[in-house]
Structure formats: C-alpha cells, structure tokens
C-alpha cells in the first residue's frame, strides 16, 4: 500500500515556473514507477511523464517536452515534476501515481497501469 500526497501547484504567470512534488508514505518507494498526470476540465486524464524505478529511464508528453523534467529521490520517498515555461494550455489538476512495473527500467505510460494515485493539485497558468 502506498499513500502518495501532491505539493506545490498554484496560479503562475504564462512563462513562469512551478515545480510539484509527491510524497509517498508505506515501504519499498523504490519498487514503484511513477508518474504525473493531468486533468483539465472537460478534458480526458492525459499522462505528462513518467520515470522508472531507478529513475535512469524517463517519457515525457510530446506536448511537455523540453520544458518539464521529472525526477526522484529513492531515499526521501518523493517524485518531482519540475515545469519551466508553463503555457495556459498547462492549467489542470495533476495527479502523482504508483505502479508495479514488470522490469526495472520500465516506464508506464498509461493510466491504467497504476494502482495508486494522490488527491492532485491544482495549476493554473493566466495569459
């Protein structure tokens, strides 16, 4: 079982910088892929980036690319999702989740490949 909690989203200007972070609680952090999602309002929950457990391996969103870097700290049992030039069009609720991967470098892409995810935190960039 992990608990897994969202920090650090709120409102920033187009161009400006936020960076979220997920901690997670229970044994064996390293054991987990994760990943950061996004929801807008009225839009389907959309992957943003991913990292392996080892976090040698890493997948971003076509649209993230270049402007957002994830990462993670084994030992603090905590994921980052460092985002640089944020656009309107990145306003949403992101989610932190965990999964069991089959390999240790495998990335999960897809949302239903987790099993545990946190209650989100609200970004919103203005024009």
């Known amino acids: 079982q992990v608990r897994l909690v969202e920090s650090g989203g709120g409102l920033v200007q187009a161009g400006g910088s936020l960076r979220l972070s997920c901690a997670a609680s229970?044994?064996?952090?390293?054991?987990?892929?994760m990943g950061w999602f996004r929801q807008a309002p009225g839009k389907e929950r959309e992957v943003v980036a991913a990292?392996?457990?080892?976090?040698?391996?890493?997948s971003y969103a076509d649209s993230v690319k270049g402007r957002f870097t994830i990462s993670r700290d084994n030992a603090k049992n905590t994921v980052l999702l460092q985002m640089n030039s944020l656009k309107p069009e990145d306003t949403a609720v992101y989610y932190c989740a965990a999964g069991t991967p089959f390999t240790f470098t495998q990335i999960m892409i897809h949302s239903d490949e987790y099993d545990y995810w946190g209650q989100g935190t609200q970004v919103t960039v203005s024009s």
């Open positions: 229970g044994r064996t952090f390293s054991a987990y892929a």
């Open positions: 990292i392996s457990r080892s976090g040698g391996s890493t």
